[in-house]
């Protein structure tokens, strides 16, 4: 029977644990993603990318 597998280790999944197969497995994951180890790719530029030529410190007219 194959059944779900830890997306981590692929392991046979903990229902306790689910989608993960130990405790170490979610923690490695949350570490992932807290690390920006994991990223939804993007179009966009970063937020904190400023185009060139353009002045971000000049007082207003």
Do not use: Q
């Given at each position: 029977m194959n059944g779900p597998r830890c997306p981590v280790c692929?392991?046979?999944?903990?229902?306790?644990l689910k989608p993960f197969c130990s405790r170490r497995c979610a923690d490695k994951d949350l570490n992932r993603w807290l690390s920006e180890g994991y990223a939804i790719p993007s179009d966009e530029p970063p937020a904190n990318d400023v185009e060139p030529g353009f002045v971000t410190d000049s007082p207003p007219d």
């Amino acid at each position: 029977m194959n059944g779900p597998r830890c997306p981590v280790c692929g392991k046979p999944m903990d229902i306790k644990l689910k989608p993960f197969c130990s405790r170490r497995c979610a923690d490695k994951d949350l570490n992932r993603w807290l690390s920006e180890g994991y990223a939804i790719p993007s179009d966009e530029p970063p937020a904190n990318d400023v185009e060139p030529g353009f002045v971000t410190d000049s007082p207003p007219d």
